[in-house]
Nanobody, 122 residues
Framework: QVRLEESGGGVVQAGASLRLSCTDSGRTFNQHAMAWFRQAPGKEREWVSAIDRSGQLTYYADEVKGRFTVSRDNSKNTLYLEMTSLKPEDTAIYFC???????????????WGQGTQVTVSS
């Protein structure tokens, strides 16, 4: 059974940086595309970033382009999201998702972590 577990969230001030991690307990991590989504209070879950199975192709939402960097280490079954120049509007629960291909839609991801809270104060 696949289990994804996010970590690295916290409370920071605007302009700070955080690195989120997502560890896959399964054995097929390198066969799947991965993505980060986030959900702020009262809002729908939104796509943040995605990466192909090899790690060579990365994609970003306009809101985070230039500030966030997604990467993966297939030898460690781990996905990362390096977040810099954080803004209060980045405050949300961040989820990692696993799927057969890169997509901006959450319906294309079949496994999710429980999320990690990121709070950015002004």
């Amino acid at each position: 059974q696949v289990r994804l577990e996010e970590s690295g969230g916290g409370v920071v001030q605007a302009g700070a940086s955080l690195r989120l991690s997502c560890t896959d307990s399964g054995r097929t991590f390198n066969q799947h595309a991965m993505a980060w989504f986030r959900q702020a209070p009262g809002k729908e879950r939104e796509w943040v970033s995605a990466i192909d199975r090899s790690g060579q192709l990365t994609y970003y939402a306009d809101e985070v382009k230039g500030r966030f960097t997604v990467s993966r280490d297939n030898s460690k079954n781990t996905l990362y999201l390096e977040m810099t120049s954080l803004k209060p509007e980045d405050t949300a629960i961040y989820f990692c998702g696993r799927g057969p291909m890169v997509s901006v839609s959450s319906i294309h991801y079949d496994a999710w972590g429980q999320g990690t809270q990121v709070t950015v104060s002004s």
